[in-house]
């Protein structure tokens, strides 16, 4: 079965530059949700999209956006880059809210 | 406080063994309870919905108790796969939101 698709899997930036992160959820899936996993820690909830309006908004730095298109691919811009941004991004989408989610298999992303 | 709290373990159990996992979560409201499984550097996959009445899965079983607001996951008859992290997720569905709380995870590994 198809699964949630992110690109890159793997991605070396500097402080300072900008990144962007890409998402591709379930066929038929309307809701994605951005979580970071630093080191050791668990999943941090950052921003969802139900139907390509953003649903719920978590601790996602002001220096990143997102969005939804209407294919329901979704964009995970980061721009000023810092040390602390190094963690797996990972993108989740499910069939509606409150329906389980079902994850990517993440970006590492490494700040040098 | 975080509003799902886990034991981080680790459990070292031998094969066979069972083994239980208990979280617990802070808002009375929440309405949509879960257990994932985290492989190292991994994304998080979805091992079962927990639902009100308890549900099995194989070697594997939920309950939720909303009066004291936990929930547990037990595994039966442990096998070295099922070595991971397991990481319960609490959906909290306010106005507009929609996001998983994690928590830190429990760490479980299967001696031969």
């Known amino acids: 079965a198809a699964g949630v698709i992110q690109s890159p899997r793997h991605l070396i930036k500097e402080k300072r530059e900008t990144a962007t992160l890409k998402c591709y959820p379930i066929?038929?899936?309307?809701?994605v949700y951005w979580y970071q996993q630093g080191p050791g820690q668990d999943p941090q909830f950052l921003i969802s999209?139900?139907?390509?309006?953003?649903?719920d908004k978590g601790s996602i730095p002001d220096r990143f956006s997102a969005q939804q298109f209407s294919d329901y691919h979704s964009e995970l811009n980061m721009s000023s880059l810092e040390l602390g941004d190094s963690a797996l991004y990972f993108c989740?989408?499910?069939?509606?809210?409150?329906?389980?989610?079902?994850f990517g298999d993440g970006t590492r992303l490494s700040i040098l | 406080r975080k509003e799902v709290e886990q034991d981080p373990g680790p459990f070292n159990v031998p094969e066979g063994a069972t083994v239980a996992f208990n979280c617990t979560y802070s808002?009375?409201?929440?309405?949509?309870f879960f257990w994932y499984r985290q492989d190292c550097r991994k994304e998080p996959k979805l091992l079962m919905s927990?639902?009100?009445s308890g549900n099995e899965d194989g070697r594997f079983t939920a309950q939720l108790n909303r009066a004291s607001q936990y929930i547990s996951l037990l595994i039966r008859d442990s096998k070295l796969s099922d070595s991971a992290t397991y990481l319960c997720?609490?959906?909290?569905?306010?106005?507009?939101?929609?996001?998983?709380?994690f928590g830190t995870g429990t760490r479980l590994t299967v001696i031969p």
């Open positions: 989740a989408s499910s069939l509606g809210p409150l329906k389980p989610q079902h």
């Open positions: 066929p038929r899936h309307d809701t």
């Open positions: 927990v639902y009100s």
């Open positions: 997720a609490v959906n909290n569905e306010k106005a507009g939101a929609n996001n998983l709380f």
């Open positions: 999209f139900y139907e390509k309006m953003q649903s």
């Open positions: 808002n009375s409201a929440s309405q949509s």
